[in-house]
T-cell receptor
C-alpha cells in the first residue's frame, strides 16, 4: 500500500539547538499532518497543512515550531530552539483529501533532546 | 477535556478469543470514526472506518457505531497473537475540508498464545 517515509528515524540533539524532521508523503496526497506521541501513548495532533498553508494547529504547536513543503519536496517540521519537553516520537501523515479520509502514517522520528 | 475516550486502557484475551474495544466521544460534532492499530515501533495503520449507524464487518473485525450515544466499538473475533498492539479510535467532524483527527488514548491489546 501507499507509504509515508520519515527521515531520520532517530535524532539526538542538545537543548536549544535546531532540528528538522523530514517526511516524504504519499505522492498524490494533498493534506499533510504532524502528530506527537510520548511513551507509546496518545497521538496528539500538532498541525495540518494544505496547499502550502497551515490550516489548523493545536496548542502543542508552539511558536518554536514551523512547517513547510517547498516545491513539492519533503514536508518538514522544524523546531528552533528545542526544549527538553520536545522529546517524543513525531509522526507524519498524509491523506488524499482532508476530513475523514484515511490518513497514512510514517514510521516516526524519535527525537531525544538532552 | 478529552474529546475521545477509549476503554479499557488495556485488555488481555486468549488466542482465538473475542476482543472488544470501546470508544465514546464527548463532542456531538464528531460523526466520522476510524480505528487505527499501532504495533510497537511502527506508525499507526488504519483498520477500518465507520460513518453510518450499525455494524461494519471486515474479515475478523467488526465495528459498531451508535451516533445517538456517540459510541463506537471494535470487536476482533478469533484473536491472533499478531493482533497484539495499541488500538486507537480517531474521530473527525467532517468528511471534507481540512478537519484533522482527534485520537483517543488507545487500548493496549495483548493476545495470549
Amino acid at each position: 500500500g501507499p507509504k509515508v517515509l520519515q527521515i531520520p528515524s532517530h535524532q539526538i540533539i542538545d537543548m536549544g539547538q535546531m532540528v528538522t524532521l523530514n517526511c516524504d508523503p504519499v505522492s498524490n496526497h494533498l493534506y499533510f499532518y504532524w502528530y506527537k506521541q510520548i511513551l507509546g501513548q496518545q497521538m496528539e495532533f500538532l498541525v495540518n497543512f494544505y496547499n502550502g498553508k497551515v490550516m489548523e494547529k493545536s496548542k502543542l504547536f508552539k511558536d518554536q515550531f514551523s512547517v513547510e513543503r517547498p516545491d513539492g519536496s519533503y514536508f518538514t517540521l522544524k523546531i528552533q530552539p528545542t526544549a527538553l519537553e520536545d522529546s517524543a516520537v513525531y509522526f507524519c501523515a498524509s491523506s488524499l483529501w482532508g476530513g475523514a479520509y484515511e490518513q497514512y502514517f510514517g514510521p516516526g522520528t524519535r527525537l531525544t533532546v538532552l | 477535556q478529552q474529546k475521545v475516550q477509549q476503554s479499557p486502557e488495556s485488555l488481555s484475551v486468549p488466542e482465538g478469543g473475542m476482543a472488544s474495544l470501546n470508544c465514546t466521544s464527548s463532542d456531538r460534532n464528531f460523526q466520522y470514526f476510524w480505528w487505527y492499530r499501532q504495533h510497537s515501533g511502527e506508525g499507526p495503520k488504519a483498520l477500518m472506518s465507520i460513518f453510518s449507524d450499525g455494524d461494519k464487518k471486515e474479515g475478523r473485525f467488526t465495528a459498531h457505531l451508535n451516533k445517538a450515544s456517540l459510541h463506537v466499538s471494535l470487536h476482533i473475533r478469533d484473536s491472533q497473537p499478531s493482533d497484539s498492539a495499541l488500538y486507537f479510535c480517531a474521530a473527525s467532524e467532517s468528511n471534507t475540508g481540512y478537519q484533522n483527527f482527534y485520537f483517543g488514548k488507545g487500548t493496549s491489546l495483548t493476545v495470549i498464545p
